[in-house]
């Protein structure tokens, strides 16, 4: 079985452009299932898997890239008739980018409120009045608590 690139690699020549290659064909069955292609003129896992594989991929890496735009559906993932796992590769790029330093805002505020109190989102000021005006107690999250179970950190 293919698996691309590795979770700690760093450099975008892990990806594995070549056995990439070999696999793809460019049918586009995975653009056509992609919901991100169907709303952006700028994202296509046809074609990010393409500029893996002649070498030119590094335009991929950072915080304006179009890498950002998936919604990690796996339709790519289950319909490519090749087994090439784009979504594999649009997360491969997501990490060197991250490593790197780049990523959009919005993926930051998500990793900072993870590593603050151990969600991904936070309880709003207009969710607390809705809350309140339902009489619902105020919402309180152990994430932090959570998250150092699941870990081992504190
Ligand atoms: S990644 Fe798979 S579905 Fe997409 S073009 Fe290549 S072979 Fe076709
Ligand atoms: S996982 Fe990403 S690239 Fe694949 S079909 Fe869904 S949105 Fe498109």
């Known amino acids: 079985m293919y698996t691309v690139?590795?979770?700690?690699?760093?450099?975008?020549?892990s990806i594995g452009g070549r056995e990439l290659a070999r696999l793809?064909?460019?049918?586009g069955i995975c653009v056509?299932?992609?919901?991100?292609?169907?709303f952006s003129d700028d994202f296509n896992p046809r074609?990010?898997?393409?500029?893996?594989c002649l070498g030119i991929g590094r335009r991929l890496v950072g915080g304006g890239s179009p890498i950002w735009k998936c919604t990690t559906?796996?339709?790519?993932?289950?319909?490519?008739?090749?087994?090439?796992?784009?979504?594999?590769?649009?997360m491969a790029l997501r990490n060197?980018?991250?490593?790197?330093?780049?990523?959009?805002?919005s993926v930051s505020v998500i990793r900072k409120n993870v590593l603050?109190?151990?969600v991904a989102g936070t309880v709003t000021r207009r969710a607390a009045e809705i809350r309140q005006k339902m009489g619902l107690p105020p919402a309180e999250s152990d994430g932090r608590g959570e998250l150092e179970a699941l870990t081992g950190h504190e």
């Open 5 to 13: 690139g590795s979770s700690t690699s760093e450099d975008i020549d």
């Open 24 to 27: 793809c064909y460019s049918c």
């Open 32 to 38: 056509g299932g992609c919901p991100a292609a169907r």
């Open 47 to 52: 074609r990010i898997v393409l500029e893996i």
């Open 73 to 90: 559906c796996y339709t790519c993932h289950e319909r490519c008739p090749a087994g090439v796992k784009p979504l594999d590769v649009v």
């Open 96 to 105: 060197i980018s991250f490593r790197e330093g780049a990523c959009p805002e």
């Open 116 to 118: 603050d109190d151990g």
